[in-house]
């Protein structure tokens, strides 16, 4: 690999990146991911999305060091991705993460402390604080057998964060949680953006992703299709106004401000560009002694983005 200038608020970079599997008897080649171009900031959320087999995986597995890429680049904390000396600078959490399951909680985490290099007494305190911030203070000392999806998903959270890592690496942190799992690490992926760490969220719940990221990658078919700020990318709703005892004579003035009026049952209904001109499409119904009946706002949300980009149609 080449190398590049390091910029101190670029923590994960791809420059053509490139990954091709040949089948077993060589006559096939299948391009998992094809010329990737992406950066991702220091101190953000980042969602990686995108349907199955789009090249999630591979990706993730290539800024791990676990693959190398057939051609192109990719660089993780300003070295080439798997440079040992950015081990102890991140962390991943697979999407079905794998524990002795005949060791307890604490046990596990005080295991992989011990492999971080951390000394008493601060390895315990570290155990002892990841364990109740994770919500796993009473569970501690039960083998994790006895642990359920959403307990396990926790542990692995905690035992991602002995390190203290700049960047998290999360593959489907919330799949498979009740609600109130959901709800708790969200809160704590948003905690940790609020400490400077850089979350790298590959993720197919995209309800999820919505909420806490800041940017989000779409690829399909290893290609990348769609990036950028996700309020950018969800811009282009609509609020829906209904309206009775309306003169006809608005028509005309509401579709010049871009709206899109129709009649329906004796009511007017107005499709109008989520862009402010609603107040103005209100006044000038009831300057023509219409009676507003309701005022609703449709935002555009990451399902639809996503739905669209990669059916290319909007969700109807």
């Known amino acids: 690999m080449g190398g590049y200038s390091i910029v101190s608020d670029v923590v994960i970079k791809t420059v053509k990146l490139t990954k091709r599997y040949s089948s077993w008897w060589g006559s096939q080649t299948v391009e998992a991911v094809k010329n990737l171009d992406l950066e991702v900031y220091r101190g953000e959320i980042f ?3 995108g349907p199955n087999g789009a090249g999630k995986t591979t990706t993730i597995k290539v800024l791990l060091g676990i693959l190398y890429p057939t051609s192109g680049e990719a660089y993780v904390l300003g070295k080439p991705a798997g440079d040992p000396e950015t081990h102890h600078r991140l962390s991943y959490l ?152 309306v003169s006809e004579n608005v028509l005309e003035p509401i579709r010049q401000l871009g709206g899109r009026p129709s009649w329906h049952d004796g009511r007017l209904i107005v499709e109008q560009p989520d862009d402010g001109s609603i107040d103005r499409v209100i006044d000038l119904v009831r300057a023509n002694g219409g009676h507003i009946i309701s005022v609703k706002p449709y935002r555009r949300t990451l399902e639809d983005l996503f739905v669209e980009t990669i059916q290319g149609g909007r969700k109807q």
Do not use: W
Request: hydrophobic share 40%.
């Open 94 to 245: 697979p999407e079905n993460p794998y524990f002795y399951e005949y060791m307890t909680g604490k046990e596990i985490l005080t295991f992989y402390a011990r492999l971080f290099g951390i000394p008493e007494p601060e390895r315990s305190k570290r155990v002892n604080q990841l364990l109740d911030r994770v919500g796993l203070s009473r569970a501690a000392n039960q083998p994790l057998r006895n642990y359920s999806k959403g307990m396990l998903q926790r542990i692995g959270l905690a035992q991602c964060l002995l390190n203290d890592p700049d960047l998290l690496i999360l593959d489907e942190p919330t799949a498979g949680l009740d609600p109130i799992a959901h709800i708790d690490i969200r809160d704590l992926i948003l905690e940790l953006r609020e400490q400077g760490k850089t979350l790298f969220i590959s993720s197919h719940q995209l309800s999820d992703v919505e909420i806490v990221c800041d940017r989000v990658a779409i690829l399909n078919r290893g290609e990348l299709v769609r990036i950028g700020k996700l309020e950018e990318l969800l811009s282009g709703g609509y609020v829906e106004m209904i309206a009775e005892k």
């Open 47 to 49: 969602g990686f999305l």
